[in-house]
């Protein structure tokens, strides 16, 4: 979009406080008080008393916006140039009559470690239980919902692709329809490339420093267990006010390690799949993020996912992430067992792709609408 449209009808957003009982002691020490946005469609108070959000009146589905790495629900509120936010990408396609009005809540699940996949870690918290045991029930008692999974959805991009194509399949008794843009996927495509980048920054924090001269290589690979570089990495990177791009992606893949491989009994809480000095790939802990592959999973959760009046998927086949191979994977195991699915591919990469929506959102709402 080069120009940024105007809607003089944009419906309200509503910014609660919710004190989580679920992350209340989390691991990490992330705050369990989080603020949770509610926008609600053109129209939603007409009729209704002011103050009076759970008054009778019209009920609208739901569509939960599950954010990418880095990010928050709060992100999608903000102004955008030449582009819209996600209240003013959803009532344009309102009033262009491309779908018709919603709720859409906008969660706070970032943490410390730069964000969550968007299920239970013993390592990181229990943002599944979070999202569907606090927070839909919240959002049911609070607003004008219809309060049941048929006309209930999420949608996310990368982090929050897979997220929702996640719950799609291990908690689909919460939701009715699903959209995954560039979720993760194909796990060897799309973080194994990145890890010889992230073994390296770790290094950094080696105890002793490597030493110019000859070297004495262990003979033992290790384990996964953080020997001390990683709590020295993140004790580090918390303590600056800007990050460069080498620790963001160090801190992507040290979160994903906390929810793929999460052990109570390594420091830390977690294990990494290479060994940190000669970068072998260790196959007992890929082997536990394999087990998190939506690639590898679709055959165990077939019968969820035929539950769902609409599953969406679709990625740029430029993504730099390599994001397209395991959607393409997944289109085909879909397809494998039988289950109705909508794929796409785009002439695009990884970024700035929320333009997506324009297709994703009108296909939630033909699926959960009354």
């Known amino acids: 979009m080069a120009r940024k449209r105007t809607n003089p009808v944009t419906g309200t ?10 992350l209340a002691d989390n691991p990490l020490g992330d705050p369990h008080i989080r603020k949770l946005a509610i926008w609600l ?9 002011r103050g009076s959000r759970g008054a009778r009146g019209r009920r609208y589905p739901v569509l939960f916006d599950l954010v990418g790495f880095t990010g928050s ?11 819209e936010n996600v209240p003013e990408r959803a009532a344009r396609l309102i009033h262009e009559r491309k779908m018709g009005p919603c709720i859409v809540v906008f969660p706070d699940c970032f943490t410390c470690l730069g964000g969550n996949q968007y299920v239970n870690s013993p390592a990181i918290g229990r943002y599944a239980d979070y999202l569907t045991r606090e927070l839909i029930p919240h959002v049911d008692r609070e607003f004008r919902t219809l ?6 959805g999420c949608f996310g991009k990368s982090s929050g692709g897979y997220g929702a194509i996640i719950h799609g399949m291990q908690y689909a008794k919460y939701w009715g329809a699903i959209a995954d843009h560039s979720g993760d996927a194909y796990f060897d495509f799309c973080y194994l490339p990145d890890w010889p980048r992230t073994l390296n920054e770790l290094d950094r924090y080696r105890k002793p420093r490597r030493r110019p001269g000859r070297q004495v290589v262990r003979a033992r690979r290790g384990d996964g267990a953080d020997d001390g570089r990683i709590r020295r990495f993140l ?4 303590r600056k006010e800007k990050l460069n791009d080498a620790e963001v992606h160090t801190l992507m893949e040290l979160a994903m390690a906390a929810t793929y491989d999460p052990d109570p009994r390594a420091p830390g809480g977690f294990r990494v799949p290479f060994d940190f000095d000669t970068g072998e790939l260790l196959p007992r802990r890929w082997a536990k993020w394999l087990a998190h592959d939506p690639i ?14 609409g599953i969406y998927v679709d990625c740029g086949w430029r993504d730099q992430y390599h994001l397209h191979y395991g959607a393409r994977i997944l289109s085909r195991q879909l397809a494998a067992h039988g289950i109705r699915h ?6 695009d990469t990884h970024s700035s792709i929320d333009y997506r929506m324009d297709v ?7 699926a959960l609408k009354p």
Request: charged share 25%.
């Open 13 to 22: 957003t509503v910014v609660l406080e919710h004190d989580s009982r679920v």
């Open 41 to 49: 469609p053109p129209g939603y108070d007409q009729g209704v008393a």
């Open 73 to 83: 629900g709060h992100a999608h509120l903000n102004w955008r140039p030449f582009d």
């Open 147 to 152: 309060a049941s999974r048929e006309h209930r």
């Open 235 to 238: 004790e580090a990177v918390w």
């Open 296 to 309: 590898h999973l679709v055959g165990r959760y077939a019968r969820n996912l035929r539950t769902l009046a």
């Open 342 to 347: 909508t794929y796409e591919e785009f002439d």
């Open 360 to 366: 994703s959102l009108p296909f939630l709402y033909r």
